[in-house]
């Protein structure tokens, strides 16, 4: 588990100042300022990005890859207000504000760090930023005509985030634990791309939060004061009304939690990664290729489907998945390929998760049957 040592309700006090530290502001939608401590959700203090009062941290049970960055998720509602229980999305209070800030650890030569280790990233109740590098913070907040998404980007210093709505471009050398060292651009994208994944019906093409739904935080947090369940714990503090008993809500499983079966793992990799376009909603409904959660045609999830189109998204393979034979299936290639005209997803990545396209490699070769 990632030993997260803040408090799910934090009481900063700022060193030197008297005055109580600034609460959670919601900015108009036509007034967003240019800067992201002007919300004070997440601020860069004396050395730390912390989290204001009743900003609550979270985490998923296996989340998007994001050329493994690392990620520090928060959400925030008004006083007063919760949100209900959905078995597929909350009905989140407007107002709510969810935070996901993008870094990476730092080697002992200042240079960023490929690695799933949490254990150093944290000390005390905040992100020590003599530790990580800062690259950006999503802001999604709830309006009363929907969601909005504004991207920030943070400077050199660490000190201060500001709104770039046509997103940014870093040149990056991501440091293995051999020493090996892979150059990569990391792409914060515009306004109008989080929409790309974000908007997960593409009829309706409204922009939702995909991680904060219950089958992805559902599992345990170690909060400050011991670990629970989050959604028991969001629960507790008042931001969760309508939750049915636990053993009736549904749960993700970790991708990496070999304890589980195979096509458990590889089904919530999936979902997450994928899911949110390859639904009968979604923008990749057209493609037949189903790969949500809640799909149970082993034809629609891909076995023995063959591509609406051919050419270079299918690198020439005649099947989604072939049974035993990921080496044959078009799944395999377009999340193996960095080719932008191929790979999947088409956002989010310049890398090959290396650990998740093994999985996928696992579990495709375990599948029985054949395409004859």
Not at 110 to 127: C, E, H, I, Q
Not at 288 to 315: F, I, Q, W, Y
Not at 334 to 353: I, N, Q, W, Y
Request: with cysteine.
């Amino acid at each position: 588990m990632r030993k997260w040592y803040w408090g799910a309700v934090l009481a900063l006090v700022l060193t030197g100042c008297d005055a109580p530290r600034q609460q959670v502001t919601v900015h108009e939608r036509n007034a967003v300022p240019d800067n992201l401590s002007a919300w004070h959700v997440v601020e860069a203090i004396d050395g730390e990005l912390q989290l204001n009062e009743r900003v609550v941290p979270y985490d998923l049970n296996t989340a998007l890859f994001t050329d493994y960055a690392h990620k520090l998720r928060t959400v925030w509602m008004p006083e007063g207000s919760s949100a209900g229980y959905g078995e597929e999305d909350f009905d989140y209070p407007v107002g709510t504000v969810i935070s996901k800030t993008f870094y990476y650890p730092l080697g002992e030569d200042g240079k960023v760090v490929r690695t799933d280790d949490y254990s150093n990233d944290f000390a005390g109740s905040g992100l020590n930023l003599s530790k990580v590098r800062l690259l950006e913070t999503r802001i999604l907040v709830k309006r009363a005509d929907g969601w909005q998404a504004l991207p920030y980007v943070w400077n050199e210093q660490q000190t201060e985030a500001t709104l770039e709505i046509a997103g940014d471009a870093k040149r990056l050398q991501l440091v293995s634990a051999d020493g090996t060292e892979q150059g990569f651009t990391y792409v914060v994208p515009d306004a109008n791309q989080c929409s790309g994944c974000h908007a997960d019906n593409h009829t309706k093409k409204a922009v939702r939060p995909i991680g904060p739904r219950a089958r992805h935080l559902n599992k345990d947090y170690a909060y400050q004061s011991g670990s629970q369940n989050q959604l028991l714990y969001w629960q507790q503090v008042g931001f969760l009304s309508g939750l049915p008993e636990m053993a009736g809500v549904p749960s993700n499983v970790d991708y990496k939690d070999e304890s589980v079966s195979l096509e458990e793992r590889a089904r919530s990799y999936l979902d997450i990664n994928c899911g949110h376009c390859h639904n009968p909603s979604g923008a990749a409904d057209t493609s037949g290729l189903m790969l949500a959660h809640n799909e149970r045609d082993m034809r629609r999830l891909g076995v023995c489907k063959p591509p609406v189109a051919a050419g270079t998204g299918s690198g020439d393979r005649l099947f989604a998945i072939v049974p035993g034979e990921p080496e044959k299936s078009i799944l395999n290639f377009r999340v193996e390929s960095t080719d932008p005209g191929a790979m999947m997803p088409e956002l989010g990545r310049s890398l090959v998760h290396e650990e998740g396209t093994e999985l996928l490699r696992q579990w495709i070769a375990a599948i029985p049957g054949n395409c004859s």
